[in-house]
């Protein structure tokens, strides 16, 4: 057997005959209309497909075959119809849940696995890519928010195979060719039969030219590392010219080659859209701020008499000033500082620029890196933390959510931040004589403020990460870091953002890491016009209708993300679901758990109204014999019928 939990399965009564097997009692049934398609019109009789959570492809040697993709195992209930009674392989293109979420249903079939070495232990350890503390640089994750998708319960690997490997069936020669993008380790196999070549190849292309989702390539924090590799894998594709492209979802693509061609151009546009408007890492320094003068603080600059920063080579703190005549201070975000430098800063600030009280730290959005240094001016100033409505939960609370860049993951000794004073959305208050408006503005996130007033008689807004750029420079649009796990769709992101600066109309803009744009009307143009370019990329891509449902990893997601709960113990966790729709929408959601877990109700059923959101309560439940350690729990997803599989999931720390 090829683990405990399959043997575990082998104590279940059954009867294993052909087309007979052990079913978990988390495992869906097979759907009623789904048939098993034969490839005999298109000249290869022994190739089957049948669909659920993936395609699953059956290649056939008299009454043995072997399997690339499993979906949910219903397939092994139909393998008969092609007179098939043993399976010997299952090869998996990638780790990708919705591809193995039925392995349990092997138990009793003896059959091997094979799949990429470089994902063996995305399948042998999949908790380990689960972390309840996470971390900035944890393995596979953009800032600490997991980009890999793997199995709630361990895959044990017959065989891994490498990058350029070959693997042999009954006198067939697979080649195991390197496809990784949609998936960090992912491949393809291809087959020569009748002179002609089958690409098996996973989520590397859809028909149409599309990507199977984009959080899936979303590889590191808006730098594009998985969209090179998927344009490198349809490259390759494409020089083998196959009669068939057989994907692990949506329908089979015959003769692909142009279908490739024109995916590699429209992947090359999205990385251009992507990849910051700006001259990050280059020229960056020197466009960061051409407006402030030195004052008599070392590194601190003048922007307006009123407005302070600081300012150094290659120096990216948070920290904008707005000192009143008066002495009191109100800064927007803190972060990136050494206490010691810090400290001796606003010391001299209060000898030579005439400060005397640092009332609070407004904060501009959720990332870590704009509110570290928050809770040391509150203990050692006095100061007060601010924050908009719209994300006080994800300051305060940050470990219920799987967000990039959470204040835990940065290990500075603190895992949340207390809020003081919390602002409405569109929120005008007076201070020291400016009247000073807390809007929503997103872009880089959905949990982010713009804070405006007039100051020194400029209409100033502090904008975050939205927007950096010099906006002389005519090339650059100004975005920062494109990221799905950012919650960035961009009707909710950068195109309101885009909207919102465009409404406003800033003679300057004080950017986040001292960054300051004076005179930016051309470039908030350039910005909108990118915004909405960039949608158009993505629908251009999206296998989605709605490219929401394709870009956004949260449509479907539990609140809160991780659990604790001891043997013996149940906790409570909210699912949110999302319509994006102008319509009403239809979801089944099964909840499926690893031995030990149990989850009631087992199933979400239910409508939500068009462009509406819900959440729905349900509780984990850990047995007295749970193992021990985190565990993964998936959401199986049905929407209006059409089956998605294990895309989602959440995460339940079982204790003694």
């Given at each position: 057997?090829?683990?405990?939990?399959?043997?575990?399965?082998?104590?279940?009564?059954?009867?294993?005959?052909?087309?007979?097997?052990?079913?978990?009692?988390?495992?869906?049934?097979?759907?009623?209309?789904?048939?098993?398609?034969?490839?005999?019109?298109?000249?290869?009789?022994?190739?089957?497909?049948?669909?659920?959570?993936?395609?699953?492809?059956?290649?056939?040697?008299?009454?043995?075959?072997?399997?690339?993709?499993?979906?949910?195992?219903?397939?092994?209930?139909?393998?008969?119809?092609?007179?098939?009674?043993?399976?010997?392989?299952?090869?998996?293109?990638?780790?990708?849940?919705?591809?193995?979420?039925?392995?349990?249903?092997?138990a009793g079939w003896n059959v091997k696995i094979g799949a990429?070495?470089?994902?063996?232990?995305?399948?042998?350890?999949?908790?380990?890519?689960?972390?309840?503390?996470?971390?900035?640089?944890?393995?596979?994750?953009?800032?600490?928010?997991?980009?890999?998708?793997?199995?709630?319960?361990?895959?044990?690997?017959?065989?891994?195979?490498?990058?350029?490997?070959?693997?042999?069936?009954?006198?067939?020669?697979?080649?195991?060719?390197?496809?990784?993008?949609?998936?960090?380790?992912?491949?393809?196999?291809?087959?020569?039969?009748?002179?002609?070549?089958?690409?098996?190849?996973?989520?590397?292309?859809?028909?149409?030219?599309?990507?199977?989702?984009?959080?899936?390539?979303?590889?590191?924090?808006?730098?594009?590392?998985?969209?090179?590799?998927?344009?490198?894998?349809?490259?390759?594709?494409?020089?083998?010219?196959?009669?068939?492209?057989?994907?692990?979802?949506?329908?089979?693509?015959?003769?692909?080659?142009?279908?490739?061609?024109?995916?590699?151009?429209?992947?090359?546009?999205?990385?251009?859209?992507?990849?910051?408007?700006?001259?990050?890492?280059?020229?960056?320094?020197?466009?960061?701020?051409?407006?402030?003068?030195?004052?008599?603080?070392?590194?601190?600059?003048?922007?307006?008499?009123?407005?302070?920063?600081?300012?150094?080579?290659?120096?990216?703190?948070?920290?904008?000033?707005?000192?009143?005549?008066?002495?009191?201070a109100l800064l927007v975000d803190c972060g990136l500082f050494?206490?010691?430098?810090?400290?001796?800063?606003?010391?001299?600030?209060?000898?030579?620029?005439?400060?005397?009280?640092?009332?609070?730290?407004?904060?501009?959005?959720?990332?870590?890196?704009?509110?570290?240094?928050?809770?040391?001016?509150?203990?050692?100033?006095?100061?007060?933390?601010?924050?908009?409505?719209?994300?006080?939960?994800?300051?305060?609370?940050?470990?219920?959510?799987?967000?990039?860049?959470?204040?835990?993951?940065?290990?500075?000794?603190?895992?949340?931040?207390?809020?003081?004073?919390?602002?409405?959305?569109?929120?005008?208050?007076?201070?020291?004589?400016?009247?000073?408006?807390?809007?929503?503005?997103?872009?880089?996130?959905?949990?982010?403020?713009?804070?405006?007033?007039?100051?020194?008689?400029?209409?100033?807004?502090?904008?975050?990460?939205?927007?950096?750029?010099?906006?002389?420079?005519?090339?650059?649009?100004?975005?920062?870091?494109?990221?799905?796990?950012?919650?960035?769709?961009?009707?909710?992101?950068?195109?309101?953002?885009?909207?919102?600066?465009?409404?406003?109309?800033?003679?300057?803009?004080?950017?986040?890491?001292?960054?300051?744009?004076?005179?930016?009307?051309?470039?908030?143009?350039?910005?909108?016009?990118?915004?909405?370019?960039?949608?158009?990329?993505?629908?251009?891509?999206?296998?989605?209708?709605?490219?929401?449902?394709?870009?956004?990893?949260?449509?479907?997601?539990?609140?809160?993300?991780?659990?604790?709960?001891?043997?013996?113990?149940?906790?409570?966790?909210?699912?949110?679901?999302?319509?994006?729709?102008?319509?009403?929408?239809?979801?089944?959601?099964?909840?499926?758990?690893?031995?030990?877990?149990?989850a009631e109700p087992p199933t979400l059923e239910g409508t939500?109204?068009?462009?509406?959101?819900?959440?729905?309560?349900?509780?984990?439940?850990?047995?007295?014999?749970?193992?021990?350690?985190?565990?993964?729990?998936?959401?199986?997803?049905?929407?209006?019928?059409?089956?998605?599989?294990?895309?989602?999931?959440?995460?339940?720390?079982?204790?003694?």
């Amino acid at each position: 057997m090829k683990s405990l939990l399959a043997v575990l399965w082998l104590m279940l009564p059954f009867q294993q005959a052909a087309g007979e097997r052990a079913v978990p009692p988390s495992a869906p049934g097979p759907s009623s209309s789904a048939t098993l398609r034969s490839f005999a019109p298109e000249g290869f009789p022994d190739l089957f497909v049948w669909a659920d959570t993936c395609n699953v492809y059956v290649l056939r040697q008299g009454e043995s075959a072997i399997l690339i993709g499993l979906g949910d195992g219903s397939v092994l209930a139909h393998l008969g119809e092609a007179g098939v009674k043993r399976v010997e392989w299952v090869l998996f293109t990638d780790h990708h849940r919705e591809q193995c979420q039925g392995y349990p249903r092997l138990a009793g079939w003896n059959v091997k696995i094979g799949a990429p070495e470089a994902e063996r232990a995305l399948f042998e350890r999949p908790s380990s890519f689960r972390k309840m503390h996470p971390k900035l640089g944890d393995p596979l994750t953009v800032h600490s928010s997991s980009y890999v998708r793997p199995p709630i319960w361990p895959v044990p690997l017959d065989r891994g195979f490498a990058r350029m490997d070959t693997f042999d069936w009954r006198g067939r020669e697979f080649w195991c060719v390197e496809t990784k993008g949609n998936s960090p380790g992912g491949m393809s196999y291809l087959l020569k039969a009748g002179g002609r070549w089958l690409a098996f190849s996973g989520d590397v292309m859809l028909e149409g030219a599309r990507m199977h989702n984009y959080f899936d390539t979303e590889w590191d924090y808006g730098f594009a590392a998985g969209i090179y590799e998927q344009y490198n894998a349809a490259a390759l594709l494409e020089g083998f010219d196959p009669v068939l492209l057989l994907p692990a979802h949506g329908p089979v693509i015959p003769k692909p080659k142009k279908q490739l061609e024109a995916f590699q151009q429209k992947l090359r546009r999205l990385e251009r859209m992507v990849v910051r408007g700006y001259d990050v890492s280059t020229f960056s320094s020197g466009d960061q701020d051409r407006v402030s003068t030195p004052t008599s603080v070392p590194f601190v600059w003048r922007t307006t008499p009123h407005l302070y920063k600081f300012k150094a080579q290659d120096y990216y703190p948070n920290l904008v000033m707005i000192l009143a005549d008066g002495g009191h201070a109100l800064l927007v975000d803190c972060g990136l500082f050494e206490h010691d430098f810090l400290d001796r800063s606003i010391g001299l600030m209060r000898e030579r620029l005439g400060l005397k009280q640092i009332d609070a730290v407004l904060i501009s959005h959720m990332h870590g890196d704009h509110v570290l240094d928050a809770p040391h001016l509150r203990e050692t100033w006095g100061a007060q933390i601010w924050a908009l409505d719209r994300m006080v939960n994800q300051l305060e609370h940050p470990e219920r959510y799987d967000y990039a860049a959470p204040i835990q993951a940065y290990g500075a000794g603190f895992d949340s931040v207390r809020v003081d004073r919390v602002l409405k959305t569109g929120e005008t208050f007076d201070w020291e004589g400016y009247r000073l408006t807390a809007d929503w503005m997103p872009g880089q996130t959905e949990f982010a403020m713009g804070l405006s007033g007039t100051i020194d008689g400029r209409k100033v807004v502090f904008t975050g990460d939205n927007i950096f750029a010099d906006p002389k420079n005519p090339r650059q649009t100004g975005h920062e870091a494109v990221v799905a796990r950012n919650s960035g769709i961009l009707e909710e992101g950068y195109i309101y953002g885009a909207e919102y600066l465009a409404r406003l109309k800033p003679d300057l803009i004080m950017g986040g890491h001292s960054y300051v744009m004076d005179h930016p009307a051309g470039l908030i143009k350039r910005y909108r016009q990118w915004a909405y370019g960039l949608r158009d990329t993505f629908r251009s891509l999206s296998a989605e209708p709605d490219y929401r449902y394709w870009f956004d990893p949260f449509w479907v997601r539990a609140e809160p993300f991780r659990t604790t709960l001891r043997r013996g113990e149940s906790a409570d966790v909210l699912v949110h679901v999302r319509n994006f729709r102008t319509r009403g929408q239809s979801h089944h959601i099964e909840i499926h758990t690893p031995p030990g877990l149990e989850a009631e109700p087992p199933t979400l059923e239910g409508t939500l109204a068009k462009e509406t959101r819900q959440a729905f309560p349900i509780r984990l439940r850990a047995s007295a014999e749970a193992p021990l350690g985190v565990q993964i729990v998936a959401f199986d997803v049905t929407l209006d019928g059409r089956r998605y599989g294990e895309w989602f999931d959440c995460m339940a720390l079982v204790e003694p």
